[in-house]
């Protein structure tokens, strides 16, 4: 029961509309196949979106996307992120890649590869983890780029790359001098036909795949394909951060969404000793504790939306709506499965696949426990700092 009494403009107003209708009856109805790599079903719904006028949308415009800004593309996320798979199948997953393409690649790189990223004729994944070290650790990155006559020489492996396997170009994170610092790390493209670099394997995650392991094996790239400075790799892979998790965590809310929704229409249909599953109290509590959970994740994460938008400063926000979603999608599809009966453990319910992507979420981006406690020290300070002028104020309110 989203809020629905909306200030959006009349063109993000008619989008929410045909992105819903969209999502509803076009990529839903195809998770199962899309969620087994069906590559022939993916192209097909990515030629709907773009007879829909609903491809790329958040895409630079000059190159062929939508050009809708960060802030109203927040306002369409939720909706498109009731399937999983739909920013694969709109083209909006390539925002991050493109953005950082668009604002820091040489520019004979960048006109060669965004016009292709932004039509879907290029696909990209982006490479940090490794196997071996803390994802949430940069320290520990071991994947080495150096310099080799005019251009890098990189050697290391990365895994849990999504879409990696049929990516045409990977961005990866490199360790460009030795030490902890910052500016020890570097981002370059590298092509998937480069000799040297190796798909390992498809991870199986949960039953699904979609995530890889690669091996970069003295793979030699030209200087035009560092991403920005040497020793920018932890400024620009921040950058994407808190854009990149706040678009996770809008997604997250629109899956939940979507659970509290199979929940509440089973318990109202569901009949037991003649009486809706709905009358029941413990039931009802089930029900009250999911639509809490996803109303505060959807505050949580419009708040840390309007920060990001107004490119505020926006840890505790996005720490927050980090949170908040992860949780609030995996309590509202665990009801949703415990209402269902067996039958909810089956994936014709399409309950197994939110509850998936719902125990990922607390592990993606920074696993939960990394966010708690950034968010936490954060949250300290604010309300010890010596007082200002204005006393009695929520420290944290409106940052
Ligand atoms: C479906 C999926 C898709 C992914 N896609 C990509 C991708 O495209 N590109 C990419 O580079 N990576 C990707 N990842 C990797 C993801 O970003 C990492 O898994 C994540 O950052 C956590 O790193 P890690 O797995 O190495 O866990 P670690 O950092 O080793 O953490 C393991 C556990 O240690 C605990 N822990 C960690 N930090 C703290 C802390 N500060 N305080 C207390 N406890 C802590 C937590 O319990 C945590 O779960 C993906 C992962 C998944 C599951």
Redesign the pocket.
Known sequence: MPDESSTLSPRCEQLRTRIRDFVAHQVIPAEAALDAGDRAIRAQLREYAVEAGLWALPLPARYGGGGLTPADYFTVAEIEGRSDHAPEVLGSAALLNARMIDGHADPELREKLLPALVSGQLTM?????EPGG????PAALRTTATPDGTGWRITGR?W???GAGTADEVLVVARTAPGAMRESLSILAVPATAPGFRVVRELD?LGTGG?YEIEFDAVTVPASRLIGAVGAGATLAGERLALGRTLRALRWVGQAQRAVELLTERAAQRRVDDQPLAERQLVQQMVFDAELAVRSARALTEQAAAAVAADRRAHVEVGFAKVAAARALGLATDHAIQIFGAEGLTAATGLPRLLRVAR?AR?????D??HI?ATARRVIREYTRPPTAAPNRNPLAGN
């Open positions: 994944s982006y490479a940090m983890t803390a994802g949430s650790d990365k849990f790359i999504t995650v995530q990922a592990i993606l981006d920074g696993p426990e990394f406690e």
